[in-house]
């Protein structure tokens, strides 16, 4: 028996007009099969013939919705849209990027007619135009991708090829002489090594490149030639760089300029360590945003300013230490952990010293008290530590604290000694090798005249009155109020010149300040007012009477306990005494007319930053 053949079609209504239909033929079998004799067999009925049928064009499928597009000149964004219409792109052809294919959804716009629909569909005016303009965007696009494949493979061979050219240093030249840029000057017409950074580079034809060197001393302009520009060190060399420049050291023709003068033309050159194409400026440059230029300071440091403020840092540093050197000062270094305050609890960082509680510490005062009896005036510069979660221009976190104590003194004579101190740490910095910095970063500053001008607090108070300085709320300063930092940058900036404000209320001052004997509610306590900054300097006379002591321990209740040894030393052979504090990066912040006091430290540290 043989199986049918048949040809047929599965039609329906749905896609009868929207497809081009075939029928397919079923498979005829090549070897007809006997039937079995063993008992007699009755022929299967005959099924229906059946076909698949699939459309040429296209298969039949469920067709997708798609959403159409929505934009707004008014209310869309093109950078933070999403075509909704809740969330809109800003202009129809991100629209059209956005979707990147034609034919493109439905795009509407902004509905022209007042109090009807939201949006209306966009004209075909305007899509066939943009559509124009989508189209050339994409040629555009493609043509620059393909310039740029041709130029990656181009670039790509000379790299290749690049490796088989070396250079070698002539051993028949004289010994180069290695030296650090700033002493260069000596070396004129010598051969020399120099070893550094790439801190530009530019590159003129194939056979000639100009870059200057940096090496934390100063820096060089060096000249690559021929072979020295066809290696592959070469061809890949990259600003922050460290590279070995060997060369004649020669003056610069008459009429050009090069840092000191002179410049190297290169004999032979090594590349020391290599540095991604486009060096610091894959990761920050001058337009980044604070945020970023923090988080990459690790890079920012290397910029000329940056370093020119870490030189001029160095020399503030090494000035006050020769001035405390030159005034019979002693150096200690007090520890930062601690288990006591000095300037109020709130601004404390706690820790867990192996099961006790500790800070670290706000100041190095109270040691430096403990220090007067055996070495007599004595001073550090350490760190210190405020917790407190201030924002301004004038606040870190730690700050490096230059802090001194005076035995056997008046409240008279710590004025002197503030006065003496900021006049004379100014005019050895202006004096040194690094002077010449401070003038290039702050061309107007000028070391201050002694004496300062010196005001007490309520002194300030009636000048904050009578020159419309007030408070946040409008209201005038009364008696006991705190000045802020931007109403007391007012008064001294108003003022203009250095200003000890002195006696402030008890009330508002730490426990260990010493009473004005002839107006015991304020306290022989000074800040020293610069102008830009505000406050640089804290300081005041200390209490040395055990029980006043005990009476301020009582008022701001504070334990006496872990104070022991502080107490000792008004029962062993007390005395008149009285300090000071210093925040450095305060005083380069006056010293350099800088905006924000965090660029004047290395690694700032604040309520929003503890990296890098």
Not at 73 to 88: F, V, Y
Not at 450 to 474: S, V
Request: charged share 25%; aromatic share 8%; net charge neutral.
């Amino acid at each position: 028996m043989l199986r049918l053949v048949s040809r047929a079609y599965r039609v329906t209504a749905s896609n009868l007009q929207s497809a081009t239909y075939r029928p397919i033929q079923t498979t005829t079998p090549s070897v007809l099969r006997p039937i079995p004799t063993a008992a007699p067999v009755s022929p299967p009925p005959v099924s229906k013939p059946t076909a698949v049928v699939r459309p040429i064009a296209r298969t039949m499928t469920m067709a997708t919705e798609v959403q159409p597009l929505y934009t707004s000149d008014k209310l869309g964004s093109d950078d933070k849209g999403e075509g909704t219409a809740d969330n809109p792109f800003k202009t129809p052809l991100q629209a059209m990027r956005h979707w990147a294919k034609e034919p493109f959804p439905t795009i509407y716009v902004d509905s022209k007619e007042e109090g009807g629909e939201k949006f209306s569909v966009i004209s075909q005016a305007q899509l066939k135009k943009l559509t124009k303009v989508y189209n050339r965007e994409i040629s555009k696009s493609k043509g620059k991708a393909e310039k740029d494949a041709e130029e990656a493979a181009k670039r790509a061979a000379n790299l290749e090829d690049s490796k088989s050219i070396t250079i070698s240093e002539d051993p028949s030249l004289p010994t180069a002489k290695q030296a650090k840029i700033s002493s260069l000057g000596e070396l004129r017409d010598e051969r020399v090594k120099v070893f550094g950074w790439v801190h530009r580079l530019r590159r003129q034809g194939k056979n000639l490149i100009f870059l200057v060197l940096r090496d934390g001393t100063g820096f060089l302009q060096c000249v690559l030639t021929d072979t020295q520009c066809k290696t592959y060190d070469a061809l890949l060399l990259a600003t922050e760089s460290s590279v070995a420049i060997f060369g004649t050291l020669t003056a610069v023709p008459e009429g050009k300029e090069a840092p000191g003068g002179h410049e190297l033309k290169a004999d032979y050159w090594e590349l020391v360590g290599g540095s991604p194409a486009g060096g610091v400026d894959n990761l920050l440059n001058t337009e980044s945003n604070p945020d970023v230029m923090y988080h990459n300071r690790h890079m920012w440091i290397r910029g000329e300013n940056m370093s020119k403020v870490l030189k001029v840092r160095h020399a503030t540093i090494k000035a006050f230490r020769d001035h405390y050197y030159d005034k019979d000062y002693v150096e200690v270094t007090p520890p930062t952990l601690v288990q006591c305050q000095v300037e109020g609890g709130s601004t404390l960082f706690k820790l867990n010293y192996f099961g006790d509680e500790a800070y670290l510490t706000q100041s190095s005062q109270l040691y430096l008290e403990t220090c007067i009896p055996a070495v007599g005036n004595v001073y550090c510069i350490a760190q210190s530590y405020r917790a407190e979660s201030s924002h301004t221009r004038r606040h870190l976190s730690e700050f490096t604290h230059i802090e001194g104590e005076l035995p056997f003194i008046t409240f008279d004579d710590l004025l002197d000694t503030l006065e003496d101190l900021i006049v004379d740490t100014a005019t050895r910095i202006m004096n040194s090798k690094h002077g010449d910095l401070v003038r290039e970063l702050n061309p107007n500053f000028k070391v201050p005249q002694k004496p300062f001008k010196r005001m007490d607090y309520r002194d300030a108070l009636e000048y904050c009155r009578e020159n419309g300085i007030r408070k946040e709320d409008g209201t005038t300063f009364e008696f006991g109020d705190d000045i802020p930092e931007a109403p007391e940058r007012k008064m001294t900036d108003m003022i203009g010149v250095p200003i000890l404000l002195c006696r402030f209320p008890k009330a508002m001052k730490s426990f260990y300040m010493q009473p004005d004997k002839a107006d015991p509610i304020v306290t022989e306590s000074v800040d020293c007012l610069l102008p830009n900054v505000g406050e640089i300097i804290g300081g005041s006379m200390r209490i040395y009477d055990e029980q006043e002591l005990a009476a301020g321990f009582k008022r701001e209740g504070i334990s006496p306990e872990n104070y022991y040894w502080y107490v000792d030393q008004r029962k062993y052979g007390t005395c008149p005494h009285g300090g000071y504090g210093l925040g450095l990066e305060r005083y380069l912040m006056w010293l350099l007319n800088s905006n924000n006091i965090r660029e004047n430290c290395l690694y700032p540290r604040t309520a929003e930053r503890c990296k890098p």
